[in-house]
């Protein structure tokens, strides 16, 4: 991790941190566009998800390049004066039903969450250094990498883990940083998450932390497409002749995951044209099924049923739609293996969402596995359960959140998840700094 002139919201020229901040460009739905943008015209979702005028689509990252150098023309934005690493931490209370204890023992219960912001310096992927564990789509990478190539920055970090269970010179840095110094910036956002901000400029404590990271392993939580288009950035500028430059680096927030275990979050199926109780009968040929008698209009209880019996069983699934709700469970050993494509390591093939792809959705249904068949739905089953209900013959597919460790030892043996498997959390939030190549 190499330091940089931050580039950030000038104090007094916006309405506020909270108001020109934004989500990740990847789960900013289009109404949420539109509220961030009335919060404030200098939102930084203006320069991540600019939009074209009419009958000019392909200049909307031109749009953007222009709309980041007016801002600093007007001294919206403005760089640091020297060349930084930045603390982040992310803090929220425990939400409703529960306590968080993030990290280790004394820290505050609920949601926080520490790490460093820098300039992350790109090497081949044959070092093993930085793990993707999920397939990237060429057009998402395409786009990510126009609008770095047009407006010459890094807009947003990607989000990296690394095991601190012998924690270093970065970690302590870290934590004395943001318990013992006052923030250069600090925001509250609707979400009910304090996001704080500080520099660390001391070069033998830059230093420090750049001897203690060099030797980890990374593990890419939550950008991979925005990774990619780092990687194709470099690579393009490379071939044109052009062997060193700020494209060797990507922003980047790096997270020791032993202080400050990452939140995963389940990610559930919507499948429109498929009606429940269809669904339901088919999935008896390889799983045992089960009604629930409270069906989704008891969902906490239908909840509960499914995390038991993942739990103990290991893969489970709910299927809901039309009030009623079904556990499905034990998946026939033969008929799982059986999908499976080949090439994969045991483990893989044993994940929950494997046998979800590969067996139920693919071989029990006979439905391709894709974004124009099946919908997703991040987090949140009653929206998945809503969402089926109002599809035409709707059926939802309630799922359990992977482990983090059966993703780390996937990425680790250079296999990737199947698609739309995780959800790393919290997200850093796009804005706070921003990453120049003239400044970077």
């Not at 920055?153 to 010179?169: C, H, K």
């Not at 998946?331 to 792809?357: F, I, K, N, T």
């Not at 919908?375 to 013959?393: K, L, Y």
């Not at 059966?406 to 959390?425: C, H, L, M, Q, W």
Request: glycine content about 8%; charged content about 20%.
């Amino acid at each position: 991790m190499a330091p940089f002139r931050g580039v950030r919201y000038a104090a007094g020229r916006v309405s506020g941190l909270a108001e020109v901040t934004s989500p990740p460009y990847d789960v900013i739905a289009h109404d949420i566009e539109d509220q961030l943008i009335a919060a404030d015209p200098h939102n930084v979702v203006r320069l991540i998800l600019p939009r074209s005028a009419a009958g000019h689509p392909a200049e909307i990252y031109q749009d953007a390049a222009r709309t980041l150098r007016d801002w600093q023309d007007d001294r919206i934005l403005v760089p640091d004066a020297v060349p930084g690493l930045y603390v982040y931490e992310q803090a929220a209370p425990a939400p409703a039903g529960g306590a968080r204890t993030a990290g280790r023992a004394g820290q505050p219960t609920g949601v926080l969450q520490r790490g460093l912001i820098g300039a992350l310096r790109l090497i081949p992927p044959e070092a093993g250094i930085v793990l993707p564990h999920e397939d990237v789509a060429p057009g998402p990478v395409s786009g990510r990498r126009q609008l770095m190539e047009a407006t010459q920055a890094n807009l947003e970090p990607i989000f990296l883990l690394y095991d601190g269970s012998r924690p270093g010179a970065a970690t302590r840095l870290v934590e004395e940083v943001a318990t013992t110094r006052k923030p250069l910036v600090e925001a509250l956002t609707k979400d009910a998450v304090r996001h704080r901000l500080w520099a660390v400029t001391d070069p033998a404590a830059i230093a420090a932390v750049a001897a203690d990271l060099a030797p980890r392993q990374a593990l890419i939580a939550d950008g991979h497409h925005r990774y990619a288009a780092y990687r194709q950035l470099q690579a393009r500028r490379q071939n044109a002749g052009e062997q060193h430059g700020p494209w060797d680096y990507g922003l980047a927030l790096l997270v020791d995951s032993a202080a400050y275990p990452p939140q995963i979050g389940a990610i559930h199926r919507v499948i429109p044209r498929l009606r429940p109780a269809t669904a339901v009968e088919l999935a008896k040929s390889a799983f045992c099924v089960r009604p629930l008698p409270g069906g989704t209009r008891d969902l906490p209880a239908a909840l509960d049923a499914l995390a038991q019996a993942a739990r103990y069983g290991g893969v489970a699934f709910l299927v809901a739609g039309g009030s009623q709700a079904h556990l499905l469970s034990e998946p026939d050993p033969v008929q799982a293996e059986a999908a499976m494509p080949p090439g994969h390591s045991p483990r893989w093939r044993g994940l929950a969402a494997s046998v979800l792809q590969e067996l139920l959705i693919t071989r029990v249904w006979g439905i391709q596995d894709d974004e124009r068949s099946v919908r997703i739905v991040h987090h949140d089953a009653a929206a998945a359960i809503r969402a089926a209900d109002q599809a035409p013959g709707g059926t939802a597919v309630i799922c359990t959140a992977l482990a983090a460790a059966d993703v780390y030892a996937i990425a680790a043996n250079g296999e990737r998840v199947p698609r739309k498997s995780t959800s790393f959390g919290p997200k850093p939030r796009t804005g706070l700094v921003i990453r120049t190549f003239a400044q970077g």
